[in-house]
């Protein structure tokens, strides 16, 4: 199996007899960790399964960090759950030594987490409005079993990943410098991001002076990362937990709506197919409002706005990256990333027109706890 390393398997405190056959398949649906499903038996014959990654330590520098802040979410969901938590959360396998990741020979980074048995992924389940709703309620869930988490305790490992206000710096740079030479075929959109400057700063500043409360967010809300049971499909736990950082519970929403709320893929060219969908919002802040008590009255007035910010930030990281010369985001074709910033700022030209409509769904969907506080 191509970039899967063996000593792996005796290097975790795994219940798999290796004198028995060993089955590794590589998961391919992420493109930062390679992933793999390693299959087998225990010593007296029962069904045995893991998952083991390679993690990407060109992009996560410190993979250390990252998965003592994986640890410390995942023991505390779980803590929480009164059901015990054994599938509320990912559970992470030690190595030998009691630590939570392996350095190989080689030099790479590896992590064992239990197999999660009998589940999907939630957009497996058809995207109709009850999954939206599902998935509204997933967020709810997990935001609010790590309210009383101490958010400060988790290192930034991409630091300023969602700080809006430094991405449009960044976003400016690249206009500068217009490394790739490709600044003339992007000037309409350039010109239409500049002129949101104004809303850069619409999270960043309130969590600065405190308006807004620091917490725990995943930062990668999309349905892809809700696992499901495939019987009963009902919720079970959120994946990809190598984003969980300090931040603002709008990062997260405003990340799920932002290709949620989408009627058609980041890469779609026809820009006539692409708008916001209002039942989709609508459908995810039902169900994500039907437990949210935790949250201020602030956050909620600026749950729109989010969705906007997060779509804006996505469309100039597309922009400076195609500006760049393509060297962050993988491209499979002829300028695929300002294909891509034009579909997110297309589709925030549309959510503003819809702004007002949609404090309205907000507002219909609020309930009294949210009305004050």
Not at 279 to 297: E, H, I, P, R, V
Request: net charge negative; charged share 25%.
């Amino acid at each position: 199996m191509e970039g899967f390393n063996p000593e792996v398997l005796k290097n975790f405190r795994i219940d798999l007899d290796l004198t028995k056959t060993i089955v590794v398949e590589q998961i391919i649906s992420g493109h930062i960790n390679l992933t793999y499903s390693v299959a087998g038996a225990t010593a007296d014959g029962q069904p045995s399964q893991y998952i083991f990654q390679r993690i990407n330590h060109n992009i996560f520098k410190d993979p250390c960090a990252l998965m003592d802040n994986i640890c410390l979410v995942t023991e505390h969901i779980r803590n929480a759950d009164p059901d015990g938590g054994s599938r509320s959360s990912l559970t992470v396998i030690m190595t030998n030594e009691g630590k939570n990741v392996w350095i190989s020979g080689d030099g790479y980074y590896w992590r064992c987490y239990v197999y999660l048995y009998n589940s999907m992924n939630l957009d497996g389940a058809g995207v109709g409005q009850e999954t939206f709703v599902k998935a509204g309620r997933a967020l709810c869930d997990f935001q609010k079993s790590l309210m009383d988490f101490d958010a400060s305790k988790l290192t930034e490992v991409l630091p300023n990943f969602h700080n809006t206000v430094k991405r449009y710096e960044n976003f400016l740079l690249a206009v500068e410098n217009n490394t790739s030479g490709r600044l003339t075929n992007a000037l309409p959109e350039v010109e239409y991001a500049m002129s949101l400057k104004p809303i850069t700063g619409t999270i960043t500043e309130r969590l600065a002076d405190g308006r807004l409360p620091l917490r725990v967010t995943h930062n990668d809300t999309k349905l892809s990362n809700i696992m499901i049971d495939k019987d009963t499909r009902e919720v079970l736990c959120f994946i990809d937990l190598d984003t969980v950082m300090p931040g603002s519970a709008l990062y997260d929403f405003g990340d799920a709506l932002r290709a949620g709320g989408s009627s058609a893929l980041e890469d779609e060219e026809d820009l006539t197919k692409v708008y916001f969908r209002e039942d989709n919002f609508d459908s995810f802040l039902k169900g994500f409002m039907g437990g949210a008590d935790y949250l201020t009255a602030e956050e909620i007035s600026l749950l729109p706005e989010s969705v906007i910010l997060m779509t804006y930030e996505c469309g100039i990281r597309f922009l400076s990256d195609y500006l760049d010369g393509d060297v962050y985001f993988s491209v499979h074709k002829p300028d695929h990333n300002l294909i891509r910033a034009r579909n997110q700022l297309h589709l925030v030209k549309d959510m503003l027109s819809k702004v007002d409509r949609l404090h309205e769904i907000v507002a219909q969907n609020t309930p009294e706890f949210g009305r004050g506080n």
